[in-house]
């Protein structure tokens, strides 16, 4: 399965966005999906996650009660929304697929990745 993340842009401080992970080649609905990001400088982390059906869905501390994962499976696609954005959330952020239905934080877990798309948050 591909991935395709998008949505990525420049961002003022306190405004929110949208990415979007899509995926092609097969569904990923029987599959968990993720997301991480990289910030310049530092290693990828993980963001959150969001079961197959969406009704289980796991947060990293530093966004939670900011940003909101949720997926369409009739679109095959899985949305971050991103609330309230702080400098410190500047990052290319990637979507991947993990190979069960649900998944936790460790990236080991996730089969297939997006190539990333760039988030910046200005003052």
């Known amino acids: 399965v591909q991935l395709q993340a998008s949505g990525g842009g420049l961002v003022q401080a306190g405004g929110s966005q949208r990415l979007a992970c899509s995926a092609s080649g097969r569904t990923f609905s029987n599959n968990a999906v993720g997301w991480f990001r990289q910030a310049p400088g530092k290693e990828r982390e993980f963001v959150a996650t969001v079961s197959w059906a969406g009704r289980d869905t796991l947060y990293a501390d530093s966004v939670k009660g900011r940003f909101t994962i949720s997926r369409d499976n009739a679109r095959n696609t899985v949305y971050l929304l991103m609330d309230s954005l702080k400098l410190e959330d500047t990052a290319v952020y990637y979507c991947?697929?993990?190979?069960?239905?649900?998944?936790?934080?460790?990236?080991?877990?996730?089969?297939?990745w997006g190539q990333g798309t760039l988030v910046t948050v200005s003052s």
């Open positions: 991947a697929a993990a190979l069960r239905a649900i998944a936790g934080k460790e990236q080991q877990q996730y089969r297939y």
